[in-house]
């Protein structure tokens, strides 16, 4: 059992500990030439000085602008085990990260926290935009299950991390 709500700053070591976790989890791949010293590399990123304020920056935000989506779920023992971000855009809108303790996968927590996700965005139609890892199978099997597909050529590496990613898309209602 889990509860969803927007995070507070008392919560942010608890939100970088869950995301750092969640890439070491999932990222490394030797197929792709990610390994896990460079993903371990790639995290301090989030809990250095720099990753602490925008992460404060963002759950701040997540108070103040009402086209910013930040959502935690947190389980029984008041651990963060997921959270869930996205923006309105003019053009389109973006889930920009959705990320799972592993001891939750299966548990539809995914689930939850992406039709909260919906519901912020009401009757807006406009395409929504993520990207994910090209080897990232699970979240992409989870991302067709929501109307998602992959947008061909499209493939890239993450900026500095290397980590080839992918961008899919959910078509909008425009008409």
């Given at each position: 059992?889990?509860?969803?709500?927007?995070?507070?700053?008392?919560?942010?070591?608890?939100?970088?500990?869950?995301?750092?976790?969640?890439?070491?989890?999932?990222?490394?791949n030797?197929?792709?030439?990610?390994?896990?010293?460079?993903?371990?590399?790639?995290?301090?990123?989030?809990?250095?000085?720099?990753?602490?304020?925008?992460?404060?920056?963002?759950?701040?935000?997540?108070?103040?602008?009402?086209?910013?989506?930040?959502?935690?779920?947190?389980?029984?023992?008041?651990?963060?085990?997921?959270?869930?971000?996205?923006?309105?855009?003019?053009?389109?809108?973006?889930?920009?990260?959705?990320?799972?303790?592993?001891?939750?996968?299966?548990t539809?927590?995914?689930?939850?926290?992406?039709?909260?996700?919906?519901?912020?965005?009401?009757?807006?139609?406009?395409?929504?935009?993520?990207?994910?890892?090209?080897?990232?199978?699970?979240?992409?099997a989870?991302?067709?299950?929501?109307?998602?597909?992959?947008?061909?050529?499209?493939?890239?590496?993450?900026?500095?991390?290397?980590?080839?990613?992918?961008?899919?898309?959910?078509?909008g209602?425009?008409?």
């Amino acid at each position: 059992m889990y509860t969803i709500t927007v995070p507070e700053v008392e919560d942010m070591e608890g939100i970088i500990e869950m995301h750092v976790q969640s890439w070491l989890d999932v990222y490394p791949n030797d197929q792709f030439g990610v390994s896990r010293e460079h993903v371990q590399e790639s995290v301090k990123r989030f809990t250095n000085d720099e990753g602490h304020r925008k992460r404060r920056a963002y759950i701040e935000e997540a108070h103040t602008n009402l086209d910013y989506f930040l959502r935690i779920a947190k389980n029984a023992d008041n651990k963060v085990v997921g959270f869930i971000d996205g923006r309105r855009r003019d053009d389109e809108n973006e889930l920009a990260g959705l990320y799972l303790d592993k001891s939750e996968y299966g548990t539809g927590l995914a689930q939850d926290l992406t039709d909260q996700f919906f519901t912020w965005l009401g009757n807006d139609k406009k395409d929504v935009r993520l990207t994910v890892a090209t080897y990232n199978d699970r979240a992409q099997a989870f991302y067709r299950k929501l109307g998602f597909a992959i947008v061909p050529g499209t493939e890239r590496p993450k900026d500095t991390t290397g980590i080839p990613i992918v961008e899919m898309i959910r078509k909008g209602d425009k008409a």
